[in-house]
Each structure stands twice: as structure tokens, then as C-alpha cells.
């Protein structure tokens, strides 16, 4: 069992906890990720380890609310624990002093891209983060981002904060304004992934993606994450998350992701459905801390 250390709401539907994890906090490294179950009749969903404290022993996770595990999870609180917490999972981001590296956030993505930011700078690359978000209440870790960056952007599609428009705008500027980038790392929404990777192709600029699949046991056995890599298959969990965005089929990708649409609809109204004090087996936490 996971106790939770604490918990924080960044952004609407956007909660960060501190897991006390100590086998998984001393081996983490940055590109990591986790499979966790909330409790015994839950289903298993992969989260990126944001942030590791080896010495305290405890991870720090970042989920937005989408779905019935996501809700289940956002429901619980300091003091409660998590059925498992299984990792670190996924090949380490490899980090060396390239030079210049753009990191870019989309949304709950700026959570994921946190750790491989923060990684790169500290072995010495100038580091330039673009975070985007819909609106100004969406943005996260900018604080954070800024205090480790060189140059920092933000752009929110509707204009309320920093640049209006999207990241690849922004990169678009840094790019004619600075020139010599030696890597672009883009973690967001499948669609912006595939912008920037789109954007960078024709100029040669490496990019690398974080890839989001359905995933079940995380360890390349069920194949519920393959994607499709430069026309190869490839299992997210163990040959990824992280791939050449270049060689990505992200509408293969996008339609795997839909597969399920209904049934997770389904799923969800049900577990916003239940009676308040009802004993669902999703785990009664809801009722109590509704
Ligand atoms: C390696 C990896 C790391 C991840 N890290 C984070 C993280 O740090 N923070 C975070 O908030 N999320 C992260 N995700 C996504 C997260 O796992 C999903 O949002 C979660 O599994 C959804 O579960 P659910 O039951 O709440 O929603 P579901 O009911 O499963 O899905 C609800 C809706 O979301 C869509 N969806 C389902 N699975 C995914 C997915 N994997 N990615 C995007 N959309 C999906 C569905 O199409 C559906 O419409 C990560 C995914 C992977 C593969
Ligand atoms: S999650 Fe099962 S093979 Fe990757």
C-alpha cells in the first residue's frame, strides 16, 4: 500500500500527489513512469513520475481527471493509500549536454515534460520551455519551469495569458530568432505532438515524443500499448514512452486511443451515477468526500 503524503489542485481537474514510494523513488529517473491501481477492483492507468525524492522516499504524480480512474483517484486524499503503485516503468529519456533543447508542454503534458527539463538542464543544456494551455487557468508548473529555464514561453490558445496561439508558434519565433537547436521534446495532446513533430520534420530538428497509449501491464506482454514506429510495431511501455516524433503514426495512435470511447463514457456516468453512502466497487471514497 501507497500512502498519500499530500495532494494539491494545480488546475481545474488537474491534482498532483506526493506518493510515499521509496523503491520506485530511488530508482527513478527522468522519462519514467508508473502503473497505479487505486484499490483492488480498479483498473491499472500509467502516470509519469513528475518529481523524486530518494532521501524522503516518495514520488510525486500529476493526473488530470478525463475518466472513471482519473475521478477515482482526484477523490482521494491525504492520509489514504493506493492499492499499487508499480514501477519505474518505460526507458529513461537518455540525457547528455546537447546544446540548446526546447522543451514543449501541452496541458497535463507540462507535468510529464517537467522531469526530462529538469534533467537536461542539469547536465548543462541551455534549456527553452514553451508551455501551452487553453486558457490561463490551465497552466501548470510555471513556476517551476521558469526558475530552471533560460527562456520560457507560454501561449494559451485564447489569448488570456502569455503569447495567443499555439507552441509551435512559439517555436516557430525561437527558432527564426536563435537558429542552432539541437532537440525539441514535445509531451501534450497526441494532436500537438503531431504539430510539433510535423512543424520540425522539414527542418531537420530531432524531436522526441512521449507517447500516450492504453496501456494494461506496462512489462510488453499484453500489447495493449503497440504503436507503430518508422512502420515497425513497438510496445510503448517497454521500447518507449519516448520515440522519434519524426516516425510516429499518430492517427494510428489516435484511433487505437478511441477504441474504447464508449465504454470508458459508459464507465464514467456510472461512477458519477452512484448514490451518495452506496457501496460501489469502484470504492466508496466518493460518497464520503463528496
Ligand atoms: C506513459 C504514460 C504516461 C502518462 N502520464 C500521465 C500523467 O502524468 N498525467 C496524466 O494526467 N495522464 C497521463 N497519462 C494518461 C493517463 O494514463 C490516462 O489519462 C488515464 O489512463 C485515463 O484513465 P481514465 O480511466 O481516467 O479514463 P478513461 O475512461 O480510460 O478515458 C477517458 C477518455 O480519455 C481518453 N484516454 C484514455 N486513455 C488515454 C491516454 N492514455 N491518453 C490520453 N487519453 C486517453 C479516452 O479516449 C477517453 O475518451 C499517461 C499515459 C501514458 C501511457
Ligand atoms: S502495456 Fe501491455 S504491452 Fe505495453
Redesign the pocket.
Known sequence: MFEILSKEILAQSITKFVVRAPYVARKHKAGN?VILRVNDHG?R????I?DSDPGEGTIT???????????LLSLQVKGDFLLDVAGPL?NPTPIHDYGTVVCIGGG?GT??VYPIAKALKAAGNKLVTIVGARTKDLVILENELREISDEFVVTTDDGSYGMKGLVTNALGNFLKKSGSVQGVYAIGPIIMMKAVSDFTKPLGLKTFV??????MDGTGMCGA?RVSIGGETKF??VDG?EFDGHLVDFEELMTR??S??DL??V??ERFNGEPAGHECRTGAKEAANA
Open positions: 513512469f483498473e492507468i500509467p502516470l509519469t513528475v504524480i500529476i493526473a488530470q481527471t478525463i475518466g472513471k480512474t482519473t475521478k518505460g497535463v507535468a510529464e512521449s507517447l500516450n497509449p492504453i496501456m500499448c510503448a511501455c514512452p486511443n478511441r474504447y470511447m470508458e463514457k464507465s464514467l
